[in-house]
């Protein structure tokens, strides 16, 4: 269903403070939408590719957001749901609406799907990673990005994580926020627990005194890993390094201390591996 946002000449109506393109409006505030688009039970995809990952993972849309110029491209998704408004207005009207210019052209706002149990992602799991804390969401979509690309099972993020379901956390991750099982903890000792007793070692990804080379632990082959990412400054906390069975480290030459987090999981993620 196409409904044209832009105001006919001379008319008083403003799109801006139009209710049906709330779910849009400030959209360029990550704080707000952090706190506001959980609490919607919505989130926002961008771009068309990563409107057609969400589509296709079943997630429903509640309306589309674009310039003309994207509607033939999207066509076949928007046919799929006739009944869902797709807001079409010029570039400069959409950037007035939602605060940024809008460059990938295509916006969906999305029902969240519900949430998923921590035994449900453990289910089958040999390799999970826990995101301690992470804020960064470009971080964030990177270690999505990588954990669905190199055999990770489920993600498991903090409660005081970023939102993978935020659009720069889902862009970045290439929509694979949609295919690699998350849940957001709740309290840290119950998750540990949780993790024991369904077979996992855990392993912080740290710089400690007892952190021993990662290809050293990937020799042992666990059956049941869950890998510990921390924050990009403080590191895993030291709660996590302590409840963790093995820290591990990854050589580094030439003086350098660390890796970015979201680099240091894909080597981790690649050598500590399921075989």
Partial sequence: MIVDLTPE??????????PRVADYLAMSDAALRQVADPANGRYIAESSKVVR???????????????????????????????VPAYVGE?????????????????????????????????GARR???????????????????AAALGIDAVLVTARCADPLYRRSIRVSMGTVFQVPWVRLGDWDDAV?????????????????????????????HERLAIILGTEGAGVSAAAIADSDVQVVIPMAAGVDSLNVAAASAVAFWELRAR
Avoid: Q
């Fill in 53 to 83: 990952r969400a589509v296709a993972a079943g997630h429903a849309p509640r309306s589309f957001f674009l310039a003309p110029k994207w509607l033939e491209g999207l066509s076949d998704v928007l046919e799929k749901f006739p009944d």
């Fill in 9 to 18: 000449d001379g008319a008083s109506y403003d799109p801006a403070s139009d």
């Fill in 193 to 221: 627990a949780h993790l024991r007793s369904a077979g996992f070692t855990l392993a912080a990804l740290e710089v400690t005194d007892e952190a021993r080379p990662v290809d050293d632990v990937a020799a042992e082959n």
């Fill in 91 to 123: 570039p400069a009207l959409l950037e007035r609406i939602a605060g940024f210019h809008l460059h990938r052209g295509a916006l969906a706002a999305m029902d969240r799907p519900e949430p998923r149990s921590l035994d449900d992602v453990l289910a």
């Fill in 128 to 146: 999970v990673a826990i995101v301690e804390d992470v804020s960064d969401h470009t971080n964030l979509g990177a270690i999505f990005r990588s």
